[in-house]
C-alpha cells in the first residue's frame, strides 16, 4: 500500500430523518483504499453498503439524508467540506461509479454512444465527431462486439451484461483514479458475472486504479478484492486483507456469511442458514447489534457494544467472542 490512500473514510455517519424517525443507516464507518487495490465492502442488503457509496459520492438528497460525522478524505482533500462544484468536477475524471442497476441509470431516450459522448462534452475534453469517436472506442474496450453500431442503439436493445459494460464504460472514460462498483454483477447469470468481474479487474490493472467493490457476494470478494471491511447495521465490523478474514474470521457474523455458502465437498450436508433479519435501522439493538442472531450471544453481548480487537495483522473485529469464532471457524 502507497503512504497516502487514494480514498480514507474516517468515522463516517449518516442518518435519515422522515420526521417520525430517525433512520441510523451508517455508524461510524471507517475504511481505506490505495492505488491499485481493491477494497471490497461485504455485507447483507440494509447493512449499508450503498448509502456508505452514495455519501462519499455525496449523491445523497438532504434532507431526508444527513451526514452528522466522520470526514471523507480522497487524495488527502476533504470531500464533503469542497463546494459542491468542485466535487462535480472531480466525478468523473478522479472517481467515477458504476451503480448497481444499469438498466433505471442510464436514459432510455438518448442513444448509448451519444451518452458516453456527453462525459466528454461536460468536461470540455472533446465534441463533435472526435466525443463520439471515442464513445465508440469505450464500447470496444469494454468487449461490446460491432461498437460502431451498437453506439447508436438505445438502453432497451442491450442485454443486463451489455448493459453493465456500458455502465462501465462511461465509468472509465475519463480515466478516473479511484471506481467504486456498486453491486456491479447483480441479477446477471454466473457466467455473465465472471466475464464483468474479469472486465473490471483487467481495467483496474490497466489503469493502476483504486477500486472499492460493493457486494453481498463471497465469491466475488474470494476472487477480486485485496482487503474487505465487512458490514452490519451500519458499522464494519471486521476488516483486514481478505485471505486473512475469509480464512479465519474473527467476527460471529463473518462466520455465519461463511457458513451459510454452500460447500462442494459437502455432499449431502445442511447449510447454516443466518437466522432471523437485519436490524430495523431506526431501533437498532443494544450492545452488539448482531447479538439477536448469534449463536455465542452472551449477557456481555446484549449489555455492551464490542471493542474492536486485533485479530492478526492488519485485521480488527468488533466482538466480544473473537477467541469462540475462531474455535468454531
Known sequence: ?????VLDVDDLRVEFRTGRETIHAVNGVSFQVATGETAAILGESGSGKSVTAAAIMRLLQSPPAFVTGGAVRFKGKDVLAMPIADWRDSCGREVAMVFQDALMSLNPVF???WQIAELFRAHSIASGRAADERAVELLDRVGIPDPARRAKDYTHQFSGGMRQRVMIAMAIALGPDLLIADEPTTALDVTVQAQIMELLEGLREEADMAMILITHDLGVVADAADNVAVMYAGRVVERGPVGDVLRRPGHAYT?????SVPRVQSKGGKLRPIVGSPPDLARIPTG??????????????RREAPPAVAVAPGCSAECHHVERVFNDG
Open 288 to 301: 452488539c447489534a448482531f447479538h439477536p442472531r448469534c449463536r455465542f450471544a452472551t449477557d456481555i453481548c
Open 255 to 259: 462466520l455465519a456469511l461463511l457458513d
Open 1 to 5: 500500500m502507497r503512504d497516502q490512500p
Open 111 to 113: 442513444s448509448v454512444g
